[in-house]
């Protein structure tokens, strides 16, 4: 069984500061990795996908990728109380073809005090 | 026109009726997909089109009969359904199946009774 697994929070920052977020998945095979942003009521909204090991910035977003340890997260700098949402890791894996689908994680609640 | 865009908004049912779910895409990609989320648990996937093949069914149940008539448009007919299918069905797009990322409709709110 394929898996993606994330800390369902929820994770509490102060304005301002960085909130860190983390997931994990089994499927070694696993190349593109995606982060959505979801708010109460709405559907996901893709914020940063990243397909290689290191560091991938996007404004105040930060991917970090390590596919040995099979660890994605995202930085977020300066949170605001509008990054206040759910957020969804995927993984994409395959099933011995060429085509991949998503696999999501249960998400992390972030919010973020002023 | 925004990019993926789905009716009705809400739904409510009895268990013995039969609806419809529409979804359209504007972005001009050739993928679309039916996810399932529940509370507490992570989205499930349920269908994948490919240019208008069906690629995938997740083991999903015959109660939910996913149609695609051209690569924008995508349905998801519903029968005898189950209280327990009472969830956010949301459709997305992507470019191609596989590595593309995905685009999300609102979602259709669907309550059985």
């Known amino acids: 069984q394929k898996e993606v697994e994330q800390n369902s929070g929820p994770l509490s920052v102060p304005e301002g500061a960085i909130a860190s977020l983390n997931c994990t998945y089994s499927?070694?095979?696993?190349?593109?990795f995606f982060w959505y942003r979801q708010y109460s009521g709405k559907s996901p909204e893709l914020i940063m996908f990243i397909y290689s090991n290191g560091d991938k910035e996007d404004g105040r977003f930060t991917a970090q990728l390590n596919k040995a340890s099979q660890y994605v997260s995202l930085l977020i700098r300066d949170s605001q109380p509008s990054d206040s949402a759910t957020y969804l890791c995927a993984v994409n894996v395959n099933y011995g073809g060429s085509q991949g689908n998503l696999i999501f994680g249960k998400g992390t609640k972030l919010s973020v005090k002023p | 026109e925004t990019g993926v865009t789905q009716t009705p908004r809400h739904l409510v049912m009895g268990m013995t009726n039969k609806k419809s779910l529409k979804c359209e895409q504007h972005l001009g990609h050739n993928a679309m997909y039916w996810y399932k989320q529940s509370a507490k648990k992570p989205l499930e996937l349920m269908f994948v089109y490919n240019f208008k093949e069906q690629t995938e069914n997740n083991s999903v149940p015959s109660r939910f009969s996913p149609e695609c008539p051209n690569s924008s448009h995508l349905f998801l007919h519903l029968h005898t359904l189950q209280p327990e299918d009472s969830a956010l069905y949301l459709c997305?797009?992507?470019?191609?199946?596989?590595?593309?990322?995905?685009?999300f409709g609102p979602g259709t709110r669907l309550t059985v009774l």
């Open positions: 997305a797009s992507s470019q191609d199946a596989g590595e593309d990322t995905q685009y």
């Open positions: 499927d070694r095979g696993s190349q593109s």
